[in-house]
């Protein structure tokens, strides 16, 4: 059985990633969605609650489950059984990055090999960043994630002014 590892800080989940899991769905066994910790981010929702956003998203998909980490991706991975490491991409600059990222797990772990796979055209201009960004400016974001997220996205930066 492939199982795929789909790592991110999924800050929070969008209909972009969602389409990536899809599509994965189609290509492998099993696809596990990571929620990772990154350093260098200051998230709007804890780890745990992006694990309990992405479960409650991708909770329909039998194939799929969500896990999150504070170690490193390429050794959870290694640990699972996992023998590919899917990114999703929203246009060059993310292929840029992803390729660079791709050639040091590789590194660490050659037997996991990476697999990058486009978001939906229609998609792919808002990341978890910019879909933030719009909510704190009151722009609509229904459009760039389930409506489960948008409410609680909305919820937070009405907690938090």
Wanted: glycine content about 6%; overall charge neutral.
């Amino acid at each position: 059985m492939t199982i795929a590892v789909y790592p991110g800080t999924f800050d929070p989940i969008t209909t972009g990633h969602v389409s990536v899991v899809r599509e994965a769905v189609r290509l492998f066994a099993h696809v596990r969605v990571l929620i990772a910790v990154h350093p260098t981010k200051q998230p709007l929702f804890s780890l745990e609650e992006r694990i309990e956003l992405a479960r409650e998203v991708l909770g329909v998909m039998p194939t799929v489950s969500v896990d999150g980490t504070r170690g490193l991706v390429v050794e959870y991975a290694r640990s699972i059984g996992a023998s590919v490491l899917l990114r999703g991409l929203r246009g060059a600059a993310d292929a840029a990055y992803e390729t660079e990222l791709a050639q040091q797990n590789r590194q660490i772990a050659p037997e996991i090999a990476t697999v990058m796979l486009p978001a939906e055209p229609r998609l792919s201009a808002v990341s978890s960043s910019e879909l933030k960004a719009r909510a704190q400016r009151g722009e609509p974001i229904d459009e760039y994630c389930p409506s489960a997220i948008a409410e609680r996205v909305r919820a937070r930066f009405v907690e938090t002014s």
